[in-house]
């Protein structure tokens, strides 16, 4: 009898290994996609994803999470070249806690000067990702 429930665990158990399944929530808490687009979407998703903007463009960053709880803070440093322009912080509110869009933008009075741009992008303060575009 201890033979057949061996065997019966084995063969219930080697094709669930073999699957890869996976239990839980779907992967780890975190950002998930950071994008540069043309506008933002009432929930901050983003609107018409681009890597180029003219001088006279207002530049939006769309950042996707999950997992994320109240207080945890997105992040965005937006950058000419090598030259931080600005820097801005956003602290989830229980409202946003969870998974969701965070949505960063930039504008300008004057022309944007031609060039390669980036958003450095973060969590809680520790560097995730970059977003590159630039200005024609």
Known sequence: MKRLAVIVVLLVMFPMLACNFSFGTGGE?????????????????????????????????????????EGQEIGAEWFLEDESLYEVSLPLDASQAGEGYAGFSLTNTEPWSAGNYHVDISLDGEFDRTVEFRVE
């Open 29 to 69: 808490p975190g950002l998930r996609t950071a994008v540069a687009c043309r506008d933002l979407g009432d929930d901050y998703s983003p609107i018409g994803a681009t890597d180029v903007f003219a001088p006279e463009d207002d530049f939006y960053v769309s950042v996707e999470y999950s997992g994320l709880e």
